[in-house]
Nanobody, 113 residues
């Protein structure tokens, strides 16, 4: 059974950093395309970053240069390093396994002074 589980959210001041991790149980991790989504209150869920099987990455424009997605196939983990955080980054962040459409439960990120 594939199950993503996120960790690492919290409260941070503007300009600060947070590191989100997602551990994916079950088999086949190295073959998965993995992504992070976020959903702010009253808004639709949006794609933040995606990493392919070969390590190639893509980001939404608003986080380019600030966020970095990476994967560790041995640890079955995908990570989102978030720097220079802004209040508009406040949202629940979700890990998503593209193959099979598996969602994590989400982790809250709040950027506020």
């Amino acid at each position: 059974q594939v199950q993503p589980v996120e960790s690492g959210g919290g409260l941070v001041q503007p300009g600060g950093s947070l590191r989100l991790s997602c551990e994916v149980s079950g088999g086949g991790f190295s073959f998965f395309v993995l992504s992070w989504y976020r959903q702010a209150p009253g808004k639709e869920r949006e794609l933040v970053a995606v990493i392919g099987r070969d390590g190639s990455t893509n980001y939404r424009d608003s986080v380019k240069g600030r966020f970095t997605i990476s994967r560790d196939n041995a640890k079955k983990t995908v990570t989102l390093q978030m720097n220079s955080l802004k209040p508009e980054d406040t949202a629940v962040y979700y890990c998503y396994v593209v193959q099979g459409g598996y969602w994590g439960q989400g982790t809250q990120v709040t950027v506020s002074s």
